[in-house]
């Protein structure tokens, strides 16, 4: 029946042979590993560690680039996006009425607040629900 060493066990006894504090036969026989199978571990762990460390740099390296390209990208679109706004809310507020942009107000719409909907049309959100009484109106005008 074969034995099989979990990792942390096998990292323990190479840490060990690379310290070189004894040799590989004193750590084989206190382990009751192989000599031979000790000499593989150590050279596969060198070998991974030369393997970690490149691709773990590059890996990081590469995955920061596709960041900041993709923050280049949203920053770049967020310019766009804000010019285009300044453009519509400037051109919209001259060429339209005061009632025209009322009408365009959507109370309904659960996507866009009515806050930002008077911003953007550049009303006073106040007169948005502002309706005049005609009642008061009579009522004052039949006193006199």
């Given amino acids: 029946m074969r034995k099989?060493?979990?990792?942390?066990?096998?990292?323990?006894?190479?840490?060990?042979i690379l310290k070189e504090e004894k040799t590989i036969s004193e750590i084989a026989s206190q382990h009751?590993?192989?000599?031979?199978q000790l000499s593989?571990?150590?050279?596969?762990?060198?070998?991974?560690?030369?393997?970690?460390?490149e691709d773990g740099r590059r890996k990081g390296d590469k995955e920061?680039?596709?960041?900041?390209k993709k923050n280049q990208e949203l920053y770049t679109e967020?310019?766009?996006l804000t010019t285009q706004l300044n453009w519509l809310k400037k051109n919209l507020e001259s060429s339209w009425s005061r009632d025209e942009r009322l009408n365009l107000i959507e109370f309904q719409n659960q996507k866009l607040s009515i806050i930002t909907q008077a911003t953007l049309l550049s009303l006073n959100r106040t007169s948005?629900?502002?309706?005049?009484?005609?009642?008061?109106?009579?009522?004052?005008?039949?006193?006199f």
């Fill in 4 to 16: 099989s060493y979990t990792g942390k066990f096998k990292a323990t006894v190479v840490l060990e």
């Fill in 64 to 68: 920061k680039e596709a960041l900041e």
């Fill in 32 to 36: 009751e590993v192989h000599p031979n």
């Fill in 40 to 53: 593989k571990w150590r050279k596969e762990a060198i070998n991974g560690f030369a393997n970690v460390l």
């Fill in 78 to 80: 967020i310019g766009k």
């Fill in 128 to 143: 948005l629900y502002y309706r005049p009484s005609t009642t008061i109106a009579k009522t004052t005008f039949q006193q």
